[in-house]
C-alpha cells in the first residue's frame, strides 16, 4: 500500500513559528533550544533574496559575481531524473557526480531553461568562504559568538532524503521555496535507514519514499508519521534544526538557493559521535551476546552513566582520558586511536 506524498506532508503538524519582536533576538532564540523553530523573514534583506525574487537567472548573476575561479563540486541526474538524489535499484546513487566552474554549471541550467527541459542540477554543502569572495558579508546572520561553518545549496527541484547531521543547523531560504519534513532524533527506528557506509552525501537516510510512503514495506512508518513536522519556506524564512533531528528536504521552484550555518555545542576537538558507532560496528556488534552484554555495562559505566563511580578511587591527577577532557588529553587519545586503528 503506498500513500501519495501530498497527502502524507497535509496531515502533519507544522513547524512552530518564532518571532524576535518581543526583545529576544536570535542568539536568545537559539540558547538551548532542542525544538525545531521558524523564523519569517530573518534574511528578506539579503541582496541574494532580492536578487531571486527579481529572477533565477538573477540570483545566478549575483553569486558568479562572487564566485572564485575553482571547481565547484555538483550532482546531476540523468535525463528523466524526478530530482530525487538516491539509490538506484542496485544501491548505486542514482546521479554522477562531477566538477566545473560555476559558470559552466549555471550555462547548463541556462540552457536546460531556454530549451523548456527539466533537469537535476544539485550543488550541495559548498563552503562559502572557500568558493566565494565577500558573499557571507554583504549577506550576514548574527549568530553571536557561534563560529559556524557556513554553506550553500544551489540546485534545481530536488528531494533530499530524510537524514541528521550532528552540529545545530540553522537554514536560510534564500531563492525559491524549501519544504522541510522533521522528526524527532528518537524516531530513527520508523524511518526505515539504509546503509551506514553507502550513502548519498555522507549521512544514513531513510529509505521512505515520502513522495508514495509504502506502508506495507514500512509500516512503522506511521509510528514516525505520527511525530512529524512540516513547514514551507519562502524567500528570506530560516529554520532552526537541532543536532540530530531528521529532516527531509524539497526544493519546490525550478531554481533554488539554501545558505545554512552548522555549529556544535560541544568543544571541535572532541571527536564526531559517528566515528565511534563505526568503530563500535567495527569491534563489537558481532561479538558473542555474553560479551557484548559486558562491554554494555562498561559503555555504561566509562560512557553514559559516568558518575563520580568512574573515578573517585583514582587520585585526581591520575585520572587522564577519565577526567573530563581538554584539548591536550583529546589530542593524546585521538593520536592513541589513530594507532591502533592502524595495526
Known amino acids: 500500500m503506498a500513500e501519495e ?23 536568545a532564540l537559539l540558547e538551548g533550544a532542542r525544538e525545531p523553530f521558524v523564523l519569517r523573514g530573518l534574511v528578506a534583506d539579503w541582496p541574494l533574496v532580492e536578487a531571486g525574487k527579481r529572477s533565477a537567472r538573477d540570483a545566478r548573476r549575483y553569486l558568479l559575481d562572487h564566485a572564485r575561479d575553482r571547481p565547484f563540486k555538483v550532482s546531476i541526474g540523468p535525463p528523466g531524473h524526478d530530482g530525487r538524489l538516491f539509490y538506484d535499484a542496485d544501491m548505486e546513487m542514482n546521479f554522477r557526480i562531477g566538477t566545473g566552474k560555476l559558470a559552466d554549471i549555471f ?30 558579508a554583504a549577506n550576514p546572520v548574527d549568530l553571536g559568538d557561534r563560529d559556524p561553518l557556513k554553506s550553500i545549496w544551489i540546485g534545481t527541484r530536488t528531494k533530499i532524503a530524510a537524514h541528521n547531521d550532528f552540529p545545530d543547523n540553522l537554514a536560510c531560504c534564500a531563492v525559491g521555496r524549501r519544504r522541510f519534513t522533521l522528526f524527532p532524533p528518537g524516531a530513527f ?8 557506509d553507502n550513502t548519498p552525501a555522507g549521512r544514513v537516510v531513510s529509505m521512505v519514499d515520502f513522495d ?48 545554512n550555518y552548522w555549529w556544535r555545542r560541544t568543544p571541535t576537538w572532541l571527536g564526531q559521535p559517528q566515528a565511534a558507532l563505526n568503530h563500535a560496528i567495527l569491534a563489537i556488534r558481532d561479538l558473542p551476546p555474553d560479551d557484548k552484554a559486558i562491554w554494555r555495562e562498561q559503555f555504561d559505566h566509562y560512557v553514559f552513566d559516568n558518575d563520580a563511580s568512574v573515578t573517585d578511587h583514582i587520585p585526581e591527577t591520575a585520572r587522564s582520558i577519565l577526567a573530563p577532557l581538554t584539548s591536550e588529553t583529546a589530542g593524546r587519545l585521538r593520536a592513541f586511536l589513530l594507532r591502533t586503528l592502524s595495526k
Request: aromatic share 8%; net charge negative.
Open 5 to 27: 506524498g501530498g497527502a502524507f506532508t497535509d496531515r502533519l503538524a507544522r513547524v512552530p513559528e518564532r518571532s524576535r519582536d518581543k526583545g529576544a533576538g536570535l542568539d
Open 189 to 196: 527506528r520508523n524511518l526505515y535507514l539504509g546503509p551506514i
Open 107 to 136: 550555462g547548463g541550467i541556462d540552457t536546460a531553461d531556454e530549451r523548456g527541459e527539466s533537469r537535476t542540477v544539485y550543488l550541495a554543502s559548498i563552503d562559502i568562504p572557500s568558493h566565494f569572495d565577500g558573499l557571507d
Open 212 to 259: 508514495a510512503p509504502d506502508l506495507a514495506a514500512h509500516p512503522r512508518f506511521v509510528d514516525a508519521m505520527a511525530e512529524a513536522l512540516t513547514v514551507e519556506l519562502e524567500p528570506g524564512d530560516a529554520i532552526f534544526i537541532p543536532s540530530m533531528w531528521w529532516h527531509h528536504v524539497e526544493g519546490l521552484a525550478d531554481f533554488n538557493i539554501l545558505v
